[in-house]
């Protein structure tokens, strides 16, 4: 199973800016899957954020477009969500994840968006 290691979140005031980061520990075929990042608040189940296709093709919840960059980096296995204008309801844990509900998961990361 691959290894998912995240980085970033923290707290942010309102308005403000997050980046997360998840790299992949293991030698895959990284560029064949589809990555990207799912939240779960608390009491809710757990939602795709945003994701990216092996063809690039990308896909976001709706109350985050606009505001959410995902991206990804195929020889650095990596996978990276830009967050601008966050709002309380973004807090969430964040999961970065590679092959869709079935595949792999990082550990979690809390994003708390609070003045």
């Known amino acids: 199973q691959v290894q998912l290691v995240e980085s970033g979140g923290g707290l942010v005031q309102p308005g403000g800016s997050l980046r997360l980061s998840c790299v992949a520990s293991r030698t895959i075929f990284f560029r064949g899957y589809t990555v990207g990042w799912y939240r779960q608040a608390p009491g809710k189940q757990r939602e795709l954020v945003a994701h990216?296709?092996?063809?690039?093709?990308?896909n976001y919840l709706d109350s985050v477009k606009g505001r959410f960059t995902v991206s990804r980096d195929n020889a650095k296995k990596t996978v990276s969500l830009q967050m601008n204008r966050l709002q309380p309801d973004d807090t969430a844990v964040y999961y970065c994840?590679?092959?869709?509900?079935?595949?792999?998961w990082g550990q979690g990361t809390q994003v708390t968006v609070s003045s």
């Open positions: 990216i296709a092996s063809s690039g093709s990308i």
């Open positions: 994840n590679i092959g869709g509900s079935t595949g792999s």
